[in-house]
T-cell receptor
Framework: AQKITQTQPGMFVQEKEAVTLDCTYDTSDPSYGLFWYKQPSSGEMIFLIYQGSYDQQNATEGRYSLNFQKARKSANLVISASQLGDSAMYFC??????????????FGKGTLLTVNP | ETGVTQTPRHLVMGMTNKKSLKCEQH?????MYWYKQSAKKPLELMFV???????ENNSVPSRFSPECPNSSHLFLHLHTLQPEDSALYLC?????????????FGAGTRLSVL
């Protein structure tokens, strides 16, 4: 079974609107971390936001927020007020175990977001 | 200065060439990573170094040879590559041992093997 599932190969959104990118995960480890990365066509993998499994509140970073629903094992990324520069591939990733010595990230296949003017 | 710098950004090499990829991190991290990203495949972890010591070699062919002289620099030496080795090679760094252990990536080297 896939550990990270991103069901939307491509998404379109109008500039200034909000968009939600879906991510579901599968783990039996009670301690884990969830990450979202943005990869523009230039190739750089840009870290956006992190959610720990024990975090009580949903993570937010500027226009990015993570809708963490632990019981449903989902960690959707919400981008508010989309900008043209948000057009990129977005990857959800998971680290199983605590962040001390565990480092292996499992990445999803990604969602290609296109922001239309 | 960006956090993780990779050079060169683009590289074209023949199968008999020898080349090296360089990665430098300015974040004070203790761990560095090499990843391979091929078209339509998830990121593949290749090598991990913690405090200059290799802690993971993910069954990578010997034509890829990593070197980590210190916690800030990481190299990937390439020799007698195959066309299927053409990919984006990403370097990352993180602070292992505490906290979130978030990996920060460089811009990558896009490698074409002819």
């Amino acid at each position: 079974a896939q550990k990270i599932t991103q069901t939307q190969p491509g998404m379109f959104v109008q500039e200034k609107e909000a968009v939600t990118l879906d991510c579901t995960y599968d783990t039996s480890d009670p301690s884990y971390g969830l990450f979202w990365y943005k990869q523009p066509s230039s190739g750089e993998m840009i870290f956006l936001i992190y959610q720990g499994s024990y975090d009580q509140q949903n993570a937010t970073e500027g226009r990015y927020s993570l809708n963490f629903q632990k019981a449903r094992k989902s960690a959707n990324l919400v981008i508010s007020a989309s900008q043209l520069g948000d057009s990129a591939m977005y990857f959800c990733a998971m680290r199983e175990g605590g962040g001390g010595s565990n480092y292996k990230l499992t990445f999803g296949k990604g969602t290609l977001l296109t922001v239309n003017p | 200065e960006t956090g993780v710098t990779q050079t060169p950004r683009h590289l074209v090499m023949g199968m008999t060439n020898k080349k090296s990829l360089k990665c430098e991190q300015h974040l004070g991290h203790n761990a560095m990573y090499w990843y391979k990203q091929s078209a339509k495949k998830p990121l593949e972890l290749m090598f991990v170094y913690n405090f200059k010591e290799q802690t993971e070699n993910n069954s990578v062919p010997s034509r890829f040879s990593p070197e980590c002289p210190n916690s800030s620099h990481l190299f990937l030496h390439l020799h007698t590559l195959q066309p299927e080795d053409s990919a984006l090679y990403l370097c990352a760094s993180s602070q292992q041992g505490m906290g979130k252990n978030i990996q920060y990536f460089g811009a990558g080297t896009r490698l074409s093997v002819l």
